[in-house]
Nanobody
Framework: QLQLVESGGGLVQPGGSLRLSCAAS????????????IGWFRQAPGKEREGVSC????????NYVDSVKGRFTISTDNTKTVIYLHLNRLKPEDTAVYYC????????????????????WGQGTQVTVSS
């Protein structure tokens, strides 16, 4: 059973940066996150969970919600077991709990920012942007 653990959240001033990590465990032998589409989502108090960014299986494509384009970047490490979300030029409206999620999609060259297809979820990490 795939398990995801997020880390890297914290309190940062507006304009600051953070790097969130999503570490995978429980992968079947010989498999890496290459076979999964990975999404980053966030949920602010009183709001619905929204898709922030995603990367398709094998990293062939990425997608970002308009509000973070040019500020956030999704990437993987060399082992393909950790997915990062680099948050730059943070704004107070970026404050939320950030979640990573995985969807088994080995043959897809795209990814979605909707929550429905993602079967595996982490527990979330809090990001607070405030002066």
């Amino acid at each position: 059973q795939l398990q995801l653990v997020e880390s890297g959240g914290g309190l940062v001033q507006p304009g600051g940066s953070l790097r969130l990590s999503c570490a995978a465990s429980g992968l079947a032998s010989g498999f890496a996150l290459d076979y999964y589409a990975i999404g980053w989502f966030r949920q602010a108090p009183g709001k619905e969970r929204e898709g922030v960014s995603c990367i398709s299986a094998r990293g062939s494509s990425t997608n970002y919600v308009d509000s973070v384009k040019g500020r956030f970047t999704i990437s993987t490490d060399n082992t393909k077991t950790v997915i990062y979300l680099h948050l730059n030029r943070l704004k107070p409206e970026d404050t939320a709990v950030y979640y990573c999620a995985a969807d088994w999609r080995p043959f897809a060259n795209s990814c979605t920012l909707t929550t429905g297809p993602y079967k595996f979820w982490g527990q979330g990490t809090q990001v607070t942007v405030s002066s």
